[in-house]
C-alpha cells in the first residue's frame, strides 16, 4: 500500500510539472527579447501615422530574458520596470490575445511578431498600434 501511495503521489507531481511547463511555454518571452526600434504609431480618433521621421522622436523598447523592460526617447530612459505576459480578453473584439502588462507603462496587446517586426495595441476606443522593428 505504502508503494502504491509513493507512486500515485510521483505520477501526480509528474502531471503537475507537465502541465505547468506548457503553460509556461505559451507564454515564453523568447520572440521578445532584445532592443526593438519604433517604426510608426497609427489609428486613434485622427487617425494619426507617427513615425520616427515626422516626430523627430526615436524610442526603443528593450526586452530581456529576465522579464525587465526599458524604453527609451531619443537616448534618454522614459521607463523600466519589469512585464509579464498574460493571455486575457480584448474589452473592444472581445477576444483572448497576449497581453504584455508592464510595471510602470501602459499595457499591451501583441497584435503580431516575428524575428523583425512586433506589433502592438493598446485596448481602448479609436485605440493605437504600434508598430516596431529589430
Request: aromatic share 12%.
Amino acid at each position: 500500500m505504502k508503494k502504491i501511495n509513493i507512486l500515485l503521489l510521483s505520477l501526480s507531481a509528474l502531471f503537475a510539472a507537465v502541465a505547468c511547463g506548457t503553460r509556461e511555454d505559451e507564454l515564453s518571452n523568447e520572440q521578445f527579447v532584445g532592443t526593438w526600434d519604433w517604426a510608426a504609431t497609427t489609428g486613434g480618433i485622427g487617425n494619426i501615422n507617427d513615425t520616427p521621421s515626422s516626430t523627430g522622436i526615436q524610442r526603443t523598447i528593450t526586452f530581456t530574458e529576465t522579464y525587465i523592460y526599458t524604453v527609451k526617447e531619443n537616448g534618454a530612459t522614459v521607463s523600466e520596470g519589469t512585464y509579464n505576459l498574460l493571455i486575457e480578453v480584448t474589452p473592444n473584439e472581445h477576444k483572448e490575445k497576449l497581453f504584455i502588462d508592464f510595471s510602470n507603462y501602459p499595457d499591451v496587446f501583441v497584435d503580431g511578431i516575428d524575428s523583425s517586426n512586433l506589433y502592438l495595441g493598446d485596448h481602448s476606443n479609436d485605440g493605437y498600434s504600434y508598430h516596431y522593428k529589430k
